[in-house]
Nanobody, 123 residues
């Protein structure tokens, strides 16, 4: 079993930056594609970004140019660097892990999830 724990959320002002971390433990970390999602009240969970073991990346159009996903395989940690934050970025952010042969962009494509961390962008 894979355990995922997010951290780094908090309250930031419009235009600010924040870095989220996801620490993984359990089964071999490098076998999994890691992804970040977010969910705002009343909305579906939204795909943001994914990264492979070899550091290939995929981004949702809504965050391209502002968010950067990366992973440190030696530390079993995935990061989401967020810049130019907007009020619409306010949500609970989730880290996820999945075993897949293609780019996973749906909730059902992931097998393990963290508990989520709240990001609030104030105006």
């Amino acid at each position: 079993q894979v355990q995922l724990v997010e951290s780094g959320g908090g309250l930031v002002q419009v235009g600010g930056s924040l870095r989220l971390s996801c620490a993984a433990s359990g089964r071999t970390f490098s076998n999994y594609i890691m992804g970040w999602f977010r969910q705002a009240p009343g909305k579906e969970r939204e795909f943001l970004a994914a990264v492979t073991w070899s550091h290939g990346t995929d981004y949702a159009d809504s965050v391209k140019g502002r968010f950067t996903i990366s992973r440190d395989n030696a530390k079993n940690t995935v990061y989401l660097q967020m810049t130019s934050l907007k009020p619409e970025d306010t949500a609970v952010y989730f880290c996820a892990a999945g075993l897949t042969t293609a780019w996973p962009t749906g909730v059902k494509d992931y097998d393990y999830w963290g508990q989520g961390t709240q990001v609030t962008v104030s105006s």
